[in-house]
């Protein structure tokens, strides 16, 4: 079901259609360990990502942000909703079939430290795709890795050093080398930059911007960090308590934030220019992150929006589309106030 | 600047570990006046200095491995260094405060938040238990704990990430210092909470005329708040100067690297990051010239013999390098 939608001109081939995706992570408790309540990590969450694009998902400490994507590639399992990857839903395909799924749909970590196994070889770590699934001898093994060192900017004669003799940037590259392994159409990138130094970042996501180019990538690229999000995305989703209150393309996104939690966290990243800060008024957003496991009645956002009223403490707002290519939901961004302003 | 008396002058402060494999020279030579109500940005990435430059200050490195091998830390006219643990542990909370990173690991689990705050209070403003505790609460509120005087009863665990910096914030005002060194203490929160935090910051520091040393990786933090900004690579400062300046301005090539690989705000997205090539050096066994000679793009062969020490390019801005009139911003 590899569906072409058609978004005016251009047509666009849709990868990944995530729809009505939620994972709840159950409390227990007592001896009996009785289902008192439900973290709602993921709640409801809706999105397409198109070939070759890369889609931000952004937002705070707890959002859901990384289940999401975790639950994407059934690292764990769905607790509703559908995953339609290349046709098939994944949310419904039993453990041999994901594993064969899992060879075009990759995932990089955000700790380069604990996502390598520090007694195995570089040889051995990113040739063990192709190993798990009989691709390749050894001797074509070999060549396989020095071929993806390559790639990713590392010697290949590296290859039989092992984790603990890298830097950070350096065992991310060996990182996604591994996932380059079985040529996925899809990577999720899970704040695959946030544990490295500044100087180091740069490296890293200009080497993710080459190899989408050259391989015809298509990621997810999950990150707290909206300055290099709005760098990498072609189109950006920012989730608040396990739900996506806005979604549109990059340009659109940070030149009008229309959701007021994504004006607030836009306001509230620093701008390393002491002309434009000094003269920056701020959106504070009183108090913290409610608990996903008893969020607010009504939109989740309602215990800190600048703008909250009544109507926000009782019922959810939809998720719509308020002009083509931009979903929002809140219930004072609608269709119509678009028009007026 | 002689004559003037400064509230704090680092002189040629130099830390050295005595590890395994090595000596590590974590900070080399490090030099710089502070007076009364300044704002000064500590930048540069992990395993620079920035943390160990300020534990010197604070005369908590642990000795050993620990090793203050040189300088002056001269503070209202007395060298800290030279003072006995007694007399330092007088300056330390109540004339210099610290803030850390990471406020769940730097307040006691078993102990009330009230109890801790409290608890400098009486030690050096010799307060009566009643009227510590009334400050605590009074502190709290201040630094915007909601129902503060329900929640100083609490313990830790209680607090969420950002209400346990603003804790540790109340904490460090608690005896009025000086001068308040922050070493990264917006790092493991969220933007909006960090916006939270430095809104605080800047607002106590008007209010009570204090003198910041707020020590980060990151740029834009230091854009909105610092009016100095030092920055290290490989234990040393390599330039120095008003923050401005710095940004618009800046003489040294790691400066320049550093402000390049940051996505611009507004503009060309999608024009390719400036990347500096290689990495930090290792702290043991660095080579002789500048430690940033191997990754520099303007590099002489004199960079790899003898190390540059900074030396004025405008108005109280400073460089460390030989080709500091060549560098330009990319």
Same mark, same amino acid.
């Given at each position: 079901?590899?569906?072409?939608?058609?978004?005016?001109?251009?047509?666009?081939? &849709?990868?990944?259609?995530?729809?009505g995706?939620k994972?709840y992570? !159950?409390?227990?408790?007592? &001896?009996f360990q009785r289902?008192?309540?439900?973290?709602?990590?993921?709640?409801?969450?809706s999105?397409?990502v +198109?070939r070759?694009?890369?889609?931000?998902?952004?937002? $705070?400490?707890?959002?859901?942000?990384?289940?999401?994507?975790?639950t994407?590639?059934r690292?764990? @399992?769905?607790?509703?909703?559908?995953?339609?990857?290349?046709?098939q839903?994944?949310a419904?395909?039993?453990?041999?079939?994901?594993?064969e799924m899992?060879r075009?749909?990759?995932?990089?970590?955000q700790?380069?430290y604990a996502?390598?196994n520090?007694?195995?070889?570089?040889?051995k770590?990113v040739g063990?795709?192709?190993?798990v699934?009989r691709?390749?001898?050894?001797?074509?093994?070999? @060549?396989? &890795?020095?071929?993806l060192?390559?790639l990713?900017?590392?010697?290949?004669d590296?290859m039989?050093r092992? !984790?603990h003799?890298?830097?950070g940037?350096q065992? *991310?590259?060996i990182?996604?080398?591994?996932?380059?392994?079985?040529?996925?159409?899809?990577?999720?990138?899970?704040?695959?930059?946030?544990?490295?130094d500044?100087?180091?970042q740069?490296?890293v996501?200009?080497?993710?911007e080459?190899?989408q180019e050259?391989?015809g990538?298509?990621?997810?690229?999950i990150?707290?960090d909206l300055?290099?999000?709005?760098?990498i995305?072609?189109?950006v989703?920012v989730?608040?308590?396990g739900?996506i209150v806005e979604?549109?393309d990059?340009?659109?996104l940070?030149?009008?934030?229309?959701?007021? +939690?994504?004006?607030?966290l836009l306001?509230?990243?620093?701008?390393?220019?002491?002309?434009?800060?000094?003269s920056?008024q701020?959106i504070?957003?009183? =108090?913290?992150l409610?608990?996903?496991?008893?969020p607010?009645k =009504?939109?989740?956002?309602?215990?800190?929006c600048?703008?909250? *009223?009544?109507?926000?403490?009782?019922? $959810?707002?939809?998720?719509i589309?308020?002009e083509p290519?931009h979903?929002c939901?809140c219930?004072?961004?609608t269709?119509?106030?678009q028009?007026?302003? | 600047?002689?004559?003037?008396?400064?509230?704090?002058?680092?002189? /040629?402060?130099t830390?050295?570990?005595?590890?395994e494999?090595g000596?590590?020279?974590a900070v080399n030579?490090v030099?710089?006046t502070?007076?009364e109500?300044?704002?000064?940005?500590?930048?540069g990435?992990?395993g620079?200095?920035?943390s160990?430059?300020?534990?010197?200050?604070?005369r908590?490195i642990?000795?050993?491995?620990?090793?203050?091998?040189g300088?002056e830390v001269?503070f209202r006219?007395?060298d800290?260094?030279?003072?006995?643990?007694d007399d330092?542990?007088?300056v330390r909370?109540?004339?210099?405060?610290?803030?850390?990173?990471?406020p769940m690991?730097?307040? /006691?689990?078993?102990?009330t938040v009230?109890f801790?705050?409290?608890?400098?209070? #009486?030690?050096?403003?010799?307060?009566?238990k009643?009227?510590?505790r009334?400050?605590?609460?009074?502190?709290?509120t201040l630094?915007g704990?909601?129902?503060?005087?329900?929640r100083?009863?609490?313990?830790?665990?209680?607090f969420s990430?950002?209400?346990?910096?603003?804790?540790?914030i109340? #904490?460090?005002?608690?005896c009025?210092?000086?001068?308040?060194?922050?070493?990264?203490?917006?790092?493991?929160?969220?933007?909006?909470?960090?916006?939270?935090?430095?809104?605080?910051?800047k607002?106590l520091?008007?209010?009570?005329?204090?003198?910041?040393?707020w020590?980060?990786?990151d740029?834009?933090?230091?854009?909105?708040?610092?009016?100095?900004?030092?920055? #290290?690579y490989a234990?040393?400062?390599i330039e120095s100067?008003?923050v401005k300046?710095?940004?618009?301005?800046p003489?040294h090539?790691?400066?320049?690297?550093?402000?390049g690989s940051?996505p611009?705000h507004?503009?060309r997205t999608?024009?390719r990051?400036f990347?500096i090539?290689?990495e930090?050096?290792?702290?043991?066994g660095?080579?002789?010239g500048?430690?940033?000679? %191997?990754r520099c793009?303007y590099?002489?062969?004199r960079?790899?013999?003898?190390? %540059?020490s900074?030396?004025?390019?405008?108005?109280g801005?400073?460089a460390?390098?030989w080709?500091?009139?060549?560098?330009?911003?990319?």
């Amino acid at each position: 079901m590899a569906e072409a939608i058609n978004t005016g001109s251009e047509t666009r081939e &849709v990868l990944l259609h995530v729809e009505g995706l939620k994972k709840y992570f !159950p409390i227990r408790r007592g &001896v009996f360990q009785r289902h008192i309540g439900d973290v709602k990590a993921v709640d409801d969450v809706s999105f397409d990502v +198109y070939r070759g694009e890369t889609l931000g998902l952004v937002g $705070e400490s707890g959002c859901g942000k990384t289940t999401t994507g975790r639950t994407i590639i059934r690292i764990y @399992e769905p607790t509703a909703g559908h995953v339609i990857f290349k046709g098939q839903d994944l949310a419904t395909l039993r453990a041999n079939e994901m594993r064969e799924m899992r060879r075009s749909m990759q995932m990089i970590f955000q700790d380069p430290y604990a996502s390598l196994n520090p007694r195995m070889s570089v040889l051995k770590i990113v040739g063990e795709p192709l190993e798990v699934f009989r691709l390749a001898n050894k001797e074509e093994r070999r @060549e396989r &890795v020095a071929h993806l060192l390559q790639l990713v900017g590392l010697n290949p004669d590296f290859m039989v050093r092992y !984790p603990h003799e890298f830097s950070g940037g350096q065992r *991310q590259r060996i990182g996604l080398a591994r996932s380059l392994a079985l040529n996925p159409d899809l990577i999720i990138c899970d704040e695959p930059i946030s544990a490295l130094d500044v100087s180091i970042q740069a490296q890293v996501v200009n080497l993710l911007e080459d190899l989408q180019e050259e391989l015809g990538l298509t990621y997810i690229f999950i990150a707290h960090d909206l300055s290099m999000v709005r760098h990498i995305s072609d189109r950006v989703a920012v989730m608040y308590l396990g739900k996506i209150v806005e979604l549109t393309d990059r340009d659109a996104l940070y030149a009008r934030p229309l959701h007021p +939690y994504t004006q607030a966290l836009l306001s509230a990243i620093p701008v390393p220019d002491p002309v434009i800060e000094e003269s920056r008024q701020r959106i504070l957003l009183e =108090g913290d992150l409610p608990s996903p496991a008893n969020p607010p009645k =009504g939109c989740n956002f309602c215990t800190r929006c600048p703008q909250v *009223q009544d109507i926000c403490e009782q019922e $959810e707002p939809a998720f719509i589309e308020v002009e083509p290519g931009h979903f929002c939901a809140c219930h004072f961004v609608t269709p119509a106030t678009q028009s007026l302003q | 600047m002689a004559g003037t008396q400064h509230l704090l002058e680092v002189k /040629n402060l130099t830390t050295r570990f005595h590890t395994e494999d090595g000596v590590v020279h974590a900070v080399n030579d490090v030099s710089y006046t502070l007076n009364e109500g300044d704002t000064l940005g500590v930048v540069g990435e992990s395993g620079c200095g920035k943390s160990v430059h300020a534990l010197s200050i604070m005369r908590l490195i642990q000795i050993p491995p620990g090793e203050i091998a040189g300088g002056e830390v001269i503070f209202r006219g007395r060298d800290l260094l030279k003072l006995s643990d007694d007399d330092m542990r007088k300056v330390r909370g109540a004339e210099i405060a610290m803030i850390f990173q990471d406020p769940m690991t730097s307040l /006691n689990p078993v102990k009330t938040v009230g109890f801790q705050i409290m608890e400098a209070l #009486m030690l050096h403003k010799g307060m009566d238990k009643a009227s510590a505790r009334e400050r605590t609460v009074e502190l709290l509120t201040l630094v915007g704990i909601p129902e503060a005087a329900q929640r100083v009863d609490d313990y830790p665990h209680q607090f969420s990430g950002g209400m346990r910096q603003r804790a540790m914030i109340a #904490m460090g005002l608690s005896c009025d210092p000086s001068i308040l060194i922050a070493d990264e203490p917006t790092t493991a929160l969220d933007v909006t909470i960090q916006a939270q935090i430095i809104d605080l910051v800047k607002r106590l520091q008007h209010k009570f005329g204090m003198t910041v040393i707020w020590i980060t990786h990151d740029l834009g933090v230091v854009a909105g708040l610092a009016r100095r900004v030092n920055v #290290m690579y490989a234990g040393r400062i390599i330039e120095s100067g008003p923050v401005k300046e710095i940004y618009a301005n800046p003489h040294h090539p790691y400066t320049v690297g550093l402000l390049g690989s940051l996505p611009s705000h507004g503009g060309r997205t999608s024009a390719r990051l400036f990347s500096i090539p290689g990495e930090p050096p290792d702290l043991v066994g660095l080579p002789p010239g500048c430690a940033f000679a %191997p990754r520099c793009q303007y590099q002489t062969p004199r960079c790899f013999k003898e190390t %540059p020490s900074l030396e004025e390019v405008g108005l109280g801005h400073t460089a460390a390098c030989w080709e500091k009139d060549k560098v330009r911003r990319v």
